[in-house]
DNA sequence: AAGTAATCGAGACGGTACGTCCGGTCTTCCT
DNA sequence: AGGAAGACCGGACGTACCGTCTCGATTACTT
């Protein structure tokens, strides 16, 4: 019989101050909400969420690292993958979703956070393992499944056929050149799938 | 009464220095280079150029906008499209070029600027008009005249055409969860004109 | 016929605001008097005086800089030593300047400042150099010429009688064992020049 | 039932703990030694004694009482007052004692303590009544003999005196304008005792 | 030639936020 | 009932840039 959870012994000392906790991702998404990323400085996290900035900095090594935590935890999105053994419409279910998010605060947000990860690589890898990996993961078994159903060639880079899809959504997002209309969803996996070869 | 070429017309006062206008993109482009954008604050610039800050803001509102300047001064791309008669082939070769660039110093400048448009509406502005935008126009024409040809169907939305091509370029470029491989040229433009159903 | 005034050539940039400097001193030694000198940090006096720290900084290297320069510009002493050929007198007199002074605000300021003074080397020598040393030219003369008119033997070390008759005076206000009354003088100066011995 | 005698009543609870008693005292002695008053706060005290500041809160109210006790348990003066019924020569050992321990760390320690005191009235007190006040009592008991001998004049002010004598040593290792040299003890006593009178 | 106007360098200024240190207080478990 | 561990709030520290603001000096065009 083996010992379960040595990893939950008490440890000595005053255990973490989960109020505290909790009310700084509260107040880190208030203000990514009112102000964006540009608003959720440290000062003023520490200052609505009544903590004192040692307690903040004790925690998470970055405001960036505060801010992908406050999003989730404010925004911690259904990430309900559907496959009901029809690729396509599975893909634009999924790409709707995601869609309908980026065209609201929390594409703005994600946006932001984004680009502070290009001076941040602790906050990208964190964006990386906890936003983007779980739902290409989802993504790429969805796929994975039209390949063994023979709906999909098998000879396909399923990585690379996901960034075509989500790729031009997250451009953009991020370039606003063009809208994030509705209509994507359908022509985005449209051309994925089928191409444009007349 | 005199008259003169209007756009001629000698305004009174010193002349703008193009000695110093030079100093400060060189200064900047070096600093981008060995720092990248973080290191380009406007007091470095100021004082690597040899000259006051107010000079620099006299000519630039941000100090992504001298960024930007000094990232085509310094790496004004020779963006030789060409137009063979064969869509697949003339987007391969496009494609592969910014690759190449990407991959390189070029590229994590590029990465910095989109990630400080998400803060600054002027930067990302500048960055669509001076940066996309030409290029977009220049693979819209050789798109167009696939379609013209017959090569591509007429109904395809040029634009999310080019999205699903380059959008998974800056995809990766800015998340870097897959690599820039130059097999991404072929990959891609496949995927594209042809889909990739069984 | 001499270039005068050559470290009065104007320097290239924006003068110092004299406005600022003044604003700094006069908030310093509000809170000194009001608070001591633990309440005169640089935060308080940067707040009161509506100037940045930064500004501060810039011209005082720590915060006991300021306060001293804060103290000789609030309490900037008379320091009217008389000479009128009676050294017990004269000594007296003095004597008597420094318990007033002391017995008040001053001395507490200058109780905390030779405090602050043991944990920073700048401040104790700007004490001695702006404080002491003045003052104990100004005694010294008037005891040397005690000496030359033959009222004090030649072979005393002036330093030392100083120490004497000021020492003990600096020793009870930051010591506070005894009071610094008024019959100080006559007594300091009475064991001075003439000892205890029956 | 078991019956103790009442004076050692043990009291419930762990008793204190003699080795972290002793372990505060060490390590605060030996931050004393090697950088001064300003390396000892509580937090580096804790750390180095393997204790918790907590246990040194209990204890002790001040950084500064912890720093005047770890003084005297490292440098426990012998405070080896004489009485030979020559007043000079026993002020003049008493101060050679004092002028060499001033001298050493001894020295710079007391003067960080007493400028600490400015700013602690609980240090101050307690320097007071440790450190000065014993040291008195012993002084002015050899002075007093000397009265009673006739040696001094009967209407001489004690405290005054050795006020007079002590003043200028802490005057000096507080300011530090002049050196505390050996030849001290001669002329301090000297004048006190004879006056500089011609 | 004198005046006017724009620019330039230097650099001081108020301000915001940074990340760190220490002080005291607290909470939890262990002995 | 200690005591070690350590988390917590608060306050100040000194620094980095920001964008603005004087200054005196320079360099053209205008009269």
């Known amino acids: 019989m083996t010992l379960h959870a040595p990893e939950s012994r008490a440890r000595p000392g005053r255990p973490r101050s989960e109020r505290a906790h909790r009310a700084v991702l509260e107040a880190a998404a208030d203000l990514l909400l ?5 608003a959720a400085t440290i000062e003023a996290i520490a200052a609505r969420a009544g903590v ?9 090594p970055t405001r960036g690292a505060v801010a992908v935590e406050a999003y989730f935890y404010r925004y911690h999105q259904t990430m309900d993958f559907q496959d009901t053994g029809d690729l396509a419409s599975d893909l634009r279910a999924q790409i709707a979703g995601v869609l309908k998010a980026f065209r609201g605060r929390a594409g703005a947000v ?3 956070l984004i680009g502070e990860a290009q001076s941040d690589p602790d906050l990208a890898e964190t964006l990386r393992a906890s936003w983007i990996e779980p739902r290409r993961v989802a993504s790429a078994t969805v796929v994975q499944r039209a390949i063994d159903r023979g709906e999909v060639r098998a000879d396909v880079d399923v990585q690379l056929l996901l960034d075509q899809i989500y790729g031009p959504i997250y451009f953009r997002l991020l370039l606003g050149h063009q809208p994030l209309d509705d209509s994507l969803a359908l022509s985005l996996v449209r051309t994925a799938l089928d191409g444009v070869r007349a």
């Open 110 to 112: 994600m946006a932001a």
């Open 34 to 38: 009112e102000g964006g990323l540009g």
């Open 52 to 60: 004192s900035k040692v307690t903040i900095y004790k925690w998470w």
